[in-house]
């Protein structure tokens, strides 16, 4: 126990692993690194999305839609167009809620999860204005991954050209996904992805920040052909602010459940949970509705059961976005779903200066079981006919002259028309 513990000491004080790297043995996220004024900062936003006076008349039915381009760094000279197209879908049907395996989500979480109206797009135009198909691709037989200990400031050697990777487009306006071997120079390979969280976001350490050069989120090519795999939508998480559910303890607090997101619908946990999906599992006990951990979140490290985020992450991404990352996004206003209303039926009865024939005809819809009745001046009926085809002519030339009165009943007997008519 000593021994590992004293290693574990020593890979922090040696270097710290890409912000927000995942599969890996984490160490960055210590208690130095989670900043004070998190709470109050996302109080606040979630208390501008919450506010309807604040967030503004379209807030509710905004979709955010981010362009994305696709940094391929490989030997191999195909990309794979279908995989690409696959993997942003996946990540739209992920961010919209929309991923078949919602319906594995646990039932005590259901009230809980939400749709994050974000939506991203392969850039159809480079930053100078020439066509594009959302992607680049630069060929060579490098890989990208650093060992432990290695400084941070060399995790992100894919993203220059000098140092075989290829540079950011317009970070402000694109989300860069970098997809590389993050295999290290030992050979082993400690991260799926990581990414920069927005800059200037009060909820990391600075250190962690993307600025022009660096913003973006890199992708090992393992896990991108990896179907099913959830490594893209959880590195854009962080790259949409969000941090670790477990709020990223050291490791060495002796304080347990100490750290949180700070996000008030993720129920609080211990620490990740590393690849199990074992649903028993409650690591704290919290004072007010214990809930277990939530398994499912994407914000986790679990395999393969995560399927949710939250609405309090939801609402943190797109404050994010608004404050953070306001020139990137598209608005796309959802159209107001038309209330539900029982298709009108018209009916038309003609002439009403009737001769030998009445003529009743449904111009937009017809249904079975309506049916006819000619009602005398004194209410005594007269005709009495079921309408079996949308276009009925009845013969009334046996009617003495007069006025009378036509209606169209339906099944139910309701009158959906009534026509004073002339003989
Ligand atoms: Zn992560």
Same mark, same amino acid.
């Given at each position: 126990?000593?021994?590992?513990?004293?290693?574990?000491?020593?890979?922090?004080?040696?270097?710290?692993?890409?912000?927000?790297?995942?599969?890996?043995? *984490?160490?960055?996220?210590?208690?130095?690194?989670?900043?004070?004024?998190?709470?109050?900062?996302?109080?606040?936003?979630?208390?501008?999305? *919450?506010?309807?006076?604040? *967030?503004?008349?379209?807030?509710?039915?905004?979709?955010?839609?981010?362009?994305?381009?696709?940094?391929?760094?490989?030997?191999?000279?195909?990309?794979?167009?279908?995989?690409? #197209?696959?993997?942003?879908?996946?990540?739209?049907?992920?961010?919209?809620?929309?991923?078949?395996?919602?319906?594995?989500?646990?039932?005590?979480?259901?009230? *809980?999860?939400?749709?994050?109206?974000?939506?991203?797009?392969?850039?159809?135009?480079?930053?100078?204005?020439?066509?594009?198909?959302?992607?680049?691709?630069?060929? $060579?037989?490098?890989?990208?991954?650093?060992?432990?200990?290695?400084? !941070? @400031?060399?995790?992100?050697?894919?993203?220059?050209?000098?140092?075989?990777?290829?540079?950011?487009?317009?970070?402000?306006?694109?989300?860069?996904?970098?997809?590389?071997?993050?295999?290290?120079?030992?050979?082993?390979?400690?991260?799926?992805?990581?990414?920069?969280?927005?800059?200037?976001?009060?909820?990391? @350490?600075?250190?962690?920040?993307?600025?022009?050069?660096?913003?973006?989120?890199?992708?090992?090519?393992?896990?991108?052909?990896?179907?099913?795999?959830?490594?893209?939508?959880?590195?854009?998480?962080?790259?949409?602010?969000?941090?670790?559910?477990?709020?990223?303890?050291?490791?060495?607090?002796?304080?347990?459940?100490?750290?949180?997101? @700070?996000?008030?619908?993720?129920?609080?946990?211990?620490?990740? $949970?590393?690849? #199990?999906?074992?649903? @028993?599992?409650?690591?704290?006990?919290?004072?007010?509705?214990?809930?277990?951990?939530?398994?499912?979140?994407?914000?986790? !490290?679990?395999?393969?059961?995560?399927?949710?985020?939250?609405?309090?992450?939801?609402?943190?991404?797109?404050?994010?976005?608004?404050?953070?990352?306001?020139?990137?996004?598209?608005?796309?206003?959802?159209?107001?779903?038309?209330?539900?209303?029982?298709k009108e039926v018209r009916v038309m009865m003609y002439p009403n200066?009737?001769?030998?024939?009445l003529y009743v005809e449904f111009t937009d819809s017809f249904s079975?079981?309506n049916?006819l009745?000619?009602?005398?001046?004194?209410?005594?009926?007269?005709?009495?006919?079921?309408l079996?085809e949308p276009l009925t002519v009845?013969?009334?030339?046996?009617?003495?002259?007069?006025?009378?009165?036509?209606?169209v009943?339906n099944?139910?007997?309701?009158?959906l028309t009534?026509q004073?008519?002339?003989?």
């Amino acid at each position: 126990m000593a021994v590992r513990l004293c290693i574990a000491i020593m890979v922090c004080l040696l270097g710290r692993t890409p912000a927000g790297a995942q599969d890996s043995l *984490r160490c960055g996220f210590g208690r130095g690194s989670f900043n004070v004024p998190y709470d109050q900062w996302y109080r606040h936003a979630v208390e501008h999305i *919450r506010t309807p006076a604040k *967030r503004g008349a379209a807030e509710p039915d905004t979709t955010y839609i981010i362009p994305v381009v696709l940094h391929y760094i490989q030997q191999a000279f195909i990309i794979d167009y279908q995989l690409m #197209h696959d993997r942003i879908a996946q990540l739209n049907a992920d961010f919209r809620r929309r991923n078949a395996d919602t319906i594995n989500l646990r039932s005590i979480f259901r009230s *809980r999860v939400g749709d994050a109206r974000i939506e991203f797009v392969l850039a159809d135009s480079t930053p100078d204005g020439l066509p594009s198909q959302g992607y680049t691709r630069t060929r $060579n037989y490098l890989t990208f991954g650093i060992d432990k200990g290695t400084p !941070y @400031s060399q995790a992100h050697k894919m993203k220059f050209d000098s140092t075989g990777g290829i540079k950011p487009w317009d970070t402000r306006k694109y989300l860069n996904i970098w997809i590389c071997d993050l295999t290290t120079p030992m050979g082993f390979k400690y991260t799926a992805g990581f990414a920069t969280p927005p800059f200037n976001s009060p909820n990391w @350490s600075a250190q962690y920040y993307g600025d022009s050069l660096i913003d973006g989120v890199v992708i090992d090519r393992s896990s991108w052909l990896s179907s099913g795999n959830r490594t893209l939508t959880h590195e854009v998480g962080h790259y949409l602010g969000l941090r670790h559910v477990s709020g990223d303890p050291s490791g060495l607090s002796l304080e347990p459940c100490l750290f949180d997101d @700070s996000i008030f619908d993720t129920p609080r946990i211990n620490g990740q $949970n590393l690849w #199990h999906c074992d649903k @028993s599992t409650n690591t704290c006990i919290e004072a007010v509705d214990d809930m277990p951990d939530m398994l499912e979140n994407y914000m986790d !490290y679990t395999a393969d059961c995560r399927n949710s985020f939250t609405k309090g992450q939801v609402a943190l991404m797109r404050y994010c976005l608004k404050t953070l990352r306001k020139d990137i996004f598209d608005l796309k206003i959802d159209q107001p779903k038309e209330p539900y209303r029982e298709k009108e039926v018209r009916v038309m009865m003609y002439p009403n200066v009737m001769q030998d024939k009445l003529y009743v005809e449904f111009t937009d819809s017809f249904s079975q079981g309506n049916h006819l009745v000619v009602y005398d001046m004194l209410g005594r009926k007269i005709v009495e006919k079921t309408l079996v085809e949308p276009l009925t002519v009845t013969d009334v030339g046996a009617l003495s002259g007069g006025i009378y009165i036509a209606a169209v009943k339906n099944r139910a007997g309701d009158v959906l028309t009534e026509q004073r008519l002339l003989k």
